[in-house]
């Protein structure tokens, strides 16, 4: 019995080594990597930065220009929200997953000096198309305070519409929410447009239909009277 011992002990400890409970992460080839880097390296400052902007333009892939042209990604107005990201090199992302054609990435980009913020991290798709690796989407998953500034971390909830600009220097942005009372006096407006335009409606129109019945009961009145012949003297 001796002998069986030893091969079970063995199985167990490898079983329960931390190294086997960590969930291991994606691999990435090499020339994988090298390609979202080359992309990284222009998009960001174009894109987010916002540093030439038309440049990211052949870098996106085609669901993400939809519904834009390059005349709007030229003049700033694209799918991607801005900051003023400093440096010319972005390899330090993490994959999230990723197949032969698509990726899930994080990076984390710096901004320039004196901005509110001092970071921020991005959720990226990447796909790979036609042996390139291009951008289908960008999203500000969290920021971070600047350095010596208030610790403050906004998480993605906050980007959603309504959340305000997040590179923003006023309260209302900061918060990133909106206030208790607008909660409620929002759909007591919505409510009394829907309940109060109907019978606006119904009341105006009423209004002029009694109008035109007394003008028309006026008018035949007249008719008759005037059709009427004179009374004998």
């Known amino acids: 019995m001796r002998w069986a011992v030893v091969p079970l002990a063995v199985i167990l400890g490898a079983a329960l080594a931390p190294g086997a409970l ?3 992460r994606p691999a990435v080839s090499p020339a994988d990597r090298a390609g979202i880097d080359r992309t990284l390296d222009v998009f960001v400052p174009a894109a987010i930065g916002r540093h030439d902007s038309v440049r990211a333009w052949s870098l996106a892939t085609p669901e993400m220009r939809l519904g834009t042209d390059k005349g709007e990604w030229r003049k700033g107005f694209l799918p991607v929200t801005p900051f003023p990201v400093i440096g010319t090199s972005f390899h330090g992302w993490t994959v999230d997953s990723i197949t032969k054609t698509r990726a899930e990435i994080v990076l984390l980009v710096h901004l320039r000096k004196g901005s509110p913020l ?3 991290a991005f959720n990226m798709g990447m796909r790979k198309v036609g042996g390139r690796w291009l951008v289908d989407s960008a999203v500000p998953a969290a920021t ?23 590179y923003s220097r006023t309260p209302f942005a900061k918060s990133g929410r909106i206030g208790e009372k607008w909660i409620l006096i929002i759909p007591a407006i919505l409510i009394g447009l829907v309940i ?17 019945r007394r003008s028309r009961a006026e008018e035949d009145r007249r008719r008759v009277f005037r059709n009427l012949p004179d009374r004998p003297n």
């Open 22 to 24: 960590a969930k291991a």
């Open 118 to 120: 001092g970071a921020v």
């Open 144 to 166: 971070f305070a600047a350095a010596g500034s208030d610790s403050q971390i906004l998480a993605q909830p906050d980007f959603a519409p309504g959340g305000g600009s997040p």
């Open 196 to 212: 109060l335009t109907p019978v606006a409606v119904i009341g105006t129109h009423r209004v002029r239909d009694r109008r035109v």
